[in-house]
């Protein structure tokens, strides 16, 4: 029977892997494997949830106005430079859409967020990768020797997601200056919250900088609002207006708008929770260190374990294990394990303290 074809790119695709939820008739695991929030949302923001769910009936404001100025007056800059989407993915999707297409190069480095080599080929562009440097950070200089006239954006990851380190601001301004304008950066900035290095750049300030630089944010990771779906852009006016010409529209739901300003109108209280993660991200990666573990600078809500052709074997004593820990593992490259809470990081830090491969 003949079917209607797909796209031949559809077909070769690499496929998002979601984090490992264990097996639904086996002992309860640890799931550390999505970067989540560990800790459930705030009875402020269930009871903001529970009232919009009233209006679930109804079509959301299409703009997402209301969460649109809040986040541009958290980010101190005009409603007009704000793109909301259904998270962070969404938006750069958005804004792949509006930039980039058939013949275009998108660059960024490997590994990184796997979504990257996937939304950039639908759209029909060429992902070039640049592979990570020895201290698995982006090695901006081989990247900006790499733009030739077919790069049309470049999306760089800080903290880099799923190795951890920063880019720093000095070589970031070294990156710009050395980049045609006509080349978009997109600095996505999804675990900003959870960095304490200070020679990290700050998106914002330096957005007042460069006319071609685009910020991707989200409420998932530090808001906790992960099942709610929920992230924005920031960029010039100019630029913002062409990716909100791509939001699919109602994408951001009500429920998801009136939760984003109540995590605003509460961020000093769950910015306590930040700290606690942050302080237990120190205290993990010290542990693996001590245990023999190379851990590379983490600064998002996880750390990596770059054990490459181990990664599998890794990934499955861990879920094997009498209380299973899930982590993230990218086959070839290592693992990803998000900083759980206390009792879990002790769990966690138990299981790999006797596993003899260490790396």
Known sequence: MTTPAPRPVIASL???VPGARGAADGPEPIKLSSN???YGPLPSIVSVVEQASGEMHRYPDMMASDVTEAIAKHCGVRPAQ????????AVLSHILQAYTGLGDEVMFAWRSFEAYPILTQLVGASPVTVPLDSESRHDLPAMASAVNERTKLIMLCS?????GPTIHLDEFEEFMAAVPQTVLVVLDEAYGEF????????GIEALTRHPNLVLLRTFSKAYGLAGLRLGYAVASDEIAANVR?????FSVSGVAQA???ASLDAKEELLERVEIIVAERHRVADALREQGWTVPDAQGNFV????REGTEALAAAMAGAARPVLVRPFVGHGVRITIGSPEENDALIAALADYPDKA
Request: with cysteine; net charge negative; hydrophobic share 35%.
């Open 159 to 163: 903290p880099n997601n799923p190795t």
């Open 36 to 38: 989540e929030m560990p």
């Open 14 to 16: 690499p496929r998002y």
């Open 82 to 89: 704000v793109v909301t989407g259904g998270g962070s993915v």
């Open 245 to 249: 010409t791509c939001v699919t529209p």
């Open 195 to 202: 960095v304490r290095d200070a020679d990290t750049v700050d």
């Open 304 to 307: 990596w374990l770059g054990v």
């Open 259 to 261: 939760a984003g300003i």
